[in-house]
């Protein structure tokens, strides 16, 4: 399929059909234009000895900003800032959010306010059509002057430095120009500054971050409402006019899709004697659902961000301005993901506290689930695992965002801690991904424990899926694997636009 670059907002739908599709990127005619326009305007702005001096553009960087460059320098100039910026370290940075990066850093420039060339454009254009990933390091951004040492990687390539990944084996840079029978980019006035002021990494996270937790925040309701009828819990918690009259949005959204799962249970329709639930089953539309309110905020941020010009100084060629300011910072991006962070860690922590219930021997159901407890420990180290996880994610729970420090030499002296955020909160949705497989494993068995009652027919299927995979649990065995193949069971069925959004 084809996806063409335009100022056409881009929405979380299509953002989806992104991650779910191979896609082919071109310019349309409107960006080029307006690509060309810029760059036009700044050869001309520039082309004489006597410019004013404009920052990024003919003078140094940062806290050198009233060092004036020479028109003969200005090449050079935006060659050293790459090569001198790429000082990121530390793990890689997954190929799945480089390609991110790579598609909203060719978005942002394609506005025609950044006054790159259209040939830079159309070689980064090239990397993501071809599957050329850069290497880029998660340690090294302050998230403030834009996602500095980490988008340096991401353009080291252009000019032949650095390394990436192509048809899967690492390689340098100069090799990949040479196997594709492309030449170096000369980067011209501003070009280097464009591709390194920009938020694409915290944003690269944000995007795949988001719509990871939309389908996880699903899949929760899924385990939830497997667990509350192997847990033989009530439904009475799920009963719309409770909700009515505290009606936020994400819990009524979450006690309705409880009520659907669970609509043709054989368990759930069966005489109860049990006066209340614990909270970890009575109060998830109040838990989840909040997390869901948190969510829509997250994305109007995402979103605001995805659809932005994020680089410093911006062009205005209409009015033959250039404009030095601070659009490169992260500070929306970092309190987003933070509250993305908070948000998806509770749902980690309430789904414990269900597989814990589900271990305690209450509710007709065995000891940590097994036949004959005590011989056998059963699923008892599962929730271990699950509660070592959960307490790891609140300690990286905590904001990045409250945190700053000043850099080069004063100048840049507030910044966002947004690219720590980012990095930090893709730790916590990977732990929940895994605490919910955890809990699956746990509603299953216990499930199993209500026969001839069966549960409803959508989580039967869910149960039947697991079972192919993981076999009910009768003696004690390594259980390392089962939570893997559970937590790929989780990862692999994808949600339309319909039900995610």
């Not at 071809?130 to 991401?154: K, M, R, T």
């Not at 409880?258 to 614990?278: F, M, R, Y």
């Not at 009768?474 to 893997?484: A, E, G, P």
Request: charged share 15%; aromatic share 8%.
């Amino acid at each position: 399929m084809i996806h063409t670059i335009s100022n056409k907002r881009l929405t979380i739908e299509y953002l989806l059909a992104l991650s779910q599709q191979e896609f082919t990127l071109e310019l349309s005619a409107e960006s080029r234009d307006a690509i060309i326009a810029c760059r036009s305007y700044l050869d001309q702005e520039f082309m004489g000895a006597t410019a004013a001096p404009t920052y990024g553009i003919n003078t140094g960087f940062g806290s050198l900003c009233d060092t004036h460059i020479s028109n003969e320098d200005l090449e050079q100039l935006q060659l050293n800032l790459l090569m001198s910026h790429a000082c990121g370290t530390g793990d890689e940075v997954p190929q799945e959010i480089v390609r991110w990066m790579l598609f909203l850093k060719i978005q942002s420039l394609s506005y025609g306010h950044s006054g790159v060339s259209i040939e830079t454009v159309e070689r980064l254009i090239a990397f993501y059509n071809e599957g050329v990933y850069p290497v880029v390091y998660q340690q090294g951004s302050l998230g403030a002057s834009g996602d500095l040492a980490p988008l340096a990687h991401l353009a080291l390539p252009l000019i032949g430095e650095g390394e990436v990944y192509y048809n899967g084996n690492r390689m340098s840079a100069t090799q990949l120009l040479e196997e594709k029978g492309w030449k170096k980019i000369t980067l011209q006035s501003k070009e280097g500054l464009a591709l390194i002021n920009g938020t694409q990494f915290m944003l690269a996270y944000g995007v795949h971050l988001l719509l990871e937790s939309h389908a996880l925040w699903h899949w929760s309701h899924i385990i939830a409402a497997m667990s509350l009828d192997g847990f033989n819990g009530n439904m009475s918690p799920f009963d719309e006019r409770i909700h009515l009259i505290r009606p936020h949005s994400g819990q009524l959204r979450s006690a309705t899709l409880i009520k659907e799962l669970l609509s043709d249970s054989e368990i759930a329709a069966s005489e109860l004697k049990n006066v209340q639930d614990p909270y970890s089953f009575r109060c998830v539309p109040q838990v989840h659902g909040a997390t869901w309110d948190t969510l829509k905020f997250v994305q109007k941020t995402i979103l605001t961000e995805v659809n932005a010009v994020t680089d410093n100084p911006n062009i205005f060629p209409e009015s033959g301005t250039i404009i030095s300011g601070g659009n490169f910072h992260g500070q929306p991006l970092a309190l987003a993901l933070d509250y993305l962070a908070i948000a998806m860690a509770e749902i980690a922590n309430i789904s414990e506290r269900r597989t814990f219930q589900l271990m305690t021997g209450v509710r007709g159901l065995p000891a940590f689930l097994v036949k004959n407890p005590g011989l056998n420990s059963g699923m008892m180290i599962l929730q271990y695992t699950a509660a070592s996880i959960v307490s790891q994610n609140k300690q990286y729970a905590s904001p990045a965002s409250v945190d700053s420090i000043v850099s080069s030499n004063g100048q840049e002296d507030h910044v966002s801690m947004g690219a720590n955020a980012a990095t930090k909160a893709h730790k916590i949705v990977q732990n929940v991904s895994t605490v919910l497989a955890i809990e699956l494993l746990a509603a299953a068995q216990a499930i199993e424990e209500r026969a001839p009652l069966k549960t409803a027919s959508f989580l039967s299927q869910i149960h039947n899926m697991l079972r192919d995979e993981v076999p009910s649990l009768t003696v004690d065995r390594v259980m390392h694997d089962d939570i893997i193949k559970s937590k790929q069971l989780i990862q692999q069925l994808a949600f339309d636009e319909s039900v995610l959004f």
